[in-house]
Each structure stands twice: as C-alpha cells, then as structure tokens.
C-alpha cells in the first residue's frame, strides 16, 4: 500500500509526512500517529475524540474541519485556524475568541431568579445549544481580516440565543409585535451587538457553511439585525457610508440612531398603544 503524505504548517514552515498505518483513519489519529512514530514535537488540539469538546478544529485545505471528524487524504494541507494566536504547529490560542463571548455574557448575566424561558421560547434556539466552541466560524469570518474587533459569529449567535430565550415581560406598552418584547429584559445586551456586531457583518454565510454543529450564525445575525430595526436602531455606519451620489447643497441625514435617539423615544417612550 502508497502512503499517505499529509503536510503540515509549522512556524514559518511547511513539513510533509508520509503515514505508512491503515490504522489512522480520520485526521486526529494521524496526527497521533506522526506524534507517536515520527515527530514527538509535533503540536496539536485534542480532547475528546468525538466531535464534542471542539478543541481540534484545524484548516485543511483552506477549509475549517474537526481532525477527529475528517477523513484525511493524500496531499492534505493542515494549518492552524485563522485569527488565532500560533502557539505551537496546530495550536492556537483561543482567549481573544472566547473573550467575545464574555462581552455578550456581561450584558447577559444581571440577577434575575425568575428568568426562566419557556419551553417554546428554548425551543426556538435548541440547535445554537448545540455549539462546542470549535472556533471554526470565527476562523472563517472574512469581516476579521479587517476589523479584529468585530464581535464574530459564534457570539452574536449566543447573543441571539440569550435575547430569545430572554422571559418576556408583560409590558402594556408592547403593541407593535413579538420581538419588540424581546428587548424587555435585556436591552442591553441588544445595545452590545451594535457596534463591531450586527452590522459590520457582510452576511456571506462561510460561518454557517463552517460550522460542523449545523448552527446558523447568518441566521441568527439576521434576527438581531430585524428585532434590532424593530427596537428603532440602524447600521451605525450608514451616515458615514458613501454612495457617490452628486451633492445638491448639504442635506444632513444624520448618522444611525440608537436607542437614546428622539426616533427611539418616540416609538418606545410613554405613547400609548392604539
Ligand atoms: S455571515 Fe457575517 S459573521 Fe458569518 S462569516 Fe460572513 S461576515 Fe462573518
Ligand atoms: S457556532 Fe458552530 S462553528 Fe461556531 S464555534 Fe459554535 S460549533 Fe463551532
Ligand atoms: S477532539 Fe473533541 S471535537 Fe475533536
């Protein structure tokens, strides 16, 4: 039988090695298997082996895939995940990732003892429960090749998962629709998805084709971007946009407004519902 050549990114470098064993079928085990036979420096994520910690998510061939989910070939090319820190060969650093989530969590986590959705509510989100933190819609975001800041997709999924299952409140006041509701109880955490969030997002859908858990973070960004519509908020860059169009004087049409804006008070203030 041919071996195998997989090549592998390491530091500045690439190396390739052969895999002789049928034994190793899926990308994790080869890489055990070069770790074992080959190279013991050879350094990589890993944990549970079955598709569920997402510690080994990797590049190959350009492309995001879990190691012990992927079927390795000949000619493979295994790099790190995008926009993480390199610690060592396959190793990345995912702290800076993991901290857009502590962004969402802080806006999430104030002391409520009775916030508890609903069946129907948790239902609406079951699939984004689902998410293992394999970093690999942040990887394949192109918004964080310009914009470190931006917020990526897994957290403004868990955002969106957080604000539905938010407990609506019964607020008189809420006669517009549903998802005005939404903002009852954690308007704040809608306030943290507006800048280097929902609208920096380009909607390309490569996170929702990387993710490995079926999770629909285009989708989802979607949601935020109506009921964020619906609470009187707008894409923030709007004013600043340029769309060449001629001047006739200097119209001012204002930049995106937020929720302390006289539009926003207007809808949301003391008016009475007809
Ligand atoms: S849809 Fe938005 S969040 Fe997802 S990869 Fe594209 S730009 Fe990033
Ligand atoms: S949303 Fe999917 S791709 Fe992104 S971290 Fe979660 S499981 Fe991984
Ligand atoms: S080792 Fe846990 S997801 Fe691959």
């Known amino acids: 039988m041919h071996p195998i050549n997989i090549t592998i990114a390491r530091e500045s470098d690439t190396e390739t090695f052969s895999i002789a064993s049928t034994k190793a079928i899926t990308l994790l085990a080869a890489l055990y298997e070069i770790k074992a036979t080959l190279d013991p420096m050879l350094t990589f994520g890993a ?6 910690c997402g510690s080994c998510a990797v590049l190959v061939n350009g492309k995001e895939q879990l190691a012990c ?43 409520d003892p009775i916030a508890v959705p609903s069946p129907k509510e948790e ?35 868990r955002a969106w998962r957080y604000l539905a299952n938010s407990p609506k409140e019964n607020n008189p ?9 939404l903002l009852t109880p954690h308007s704040s955490l809608l306030d943290a998805v507006q800048t280097h969030g929902i609208w920096d997002c380009t909607l390309c859908g490569e996170c929702t084709a990387a993710c490995p858990q079926g999770i629909d973070p285009k989708t989802d960004i979607l949601m935020l971007r109506g009921v964020s519509g619906k609470a009187g908020y707008s894409d923030p860059n709007f004013g600043n946009m340029d769309f060449g169009t001629p001047s006739f004087g200097t119209p001012d049409f204002g930049v995106g407004f937020s929720r302390s804006s006289s539009r926003y008070r207007h809808k949301h203030g003391n008016e009475p519902c007809h």
């Open 173 to 181: 006041q809420d006669c517009t629709d549903n998802n005005a509701s």
């Open 47 to 52: 944990g549970c082996r079955s598709g569920i």
């Open 69 to 111: 989910s992927y079927r390795y070939q000949d000619g493979d090319h295994i790099a790190p995940l995008r926009y993480h820190p390199v610690l060592r060969d396959l190793k990345v650093d995912k702290t800076y990732a993991l901290d857009t989530l502590t962004k969402i969590l802080s806006e999430y986590l104030t002391p």
């Open 123 to 157: 239902a609406q989100t079951k699939v984004q429960t689902d998410c293992i933190l394999c970093d690999s819609c942040y990887s394949a975001c192109p918004v964080l090749a310009v914009n470190p800041d931006f917020l990526g997709p897994f957290a403004l999924t």
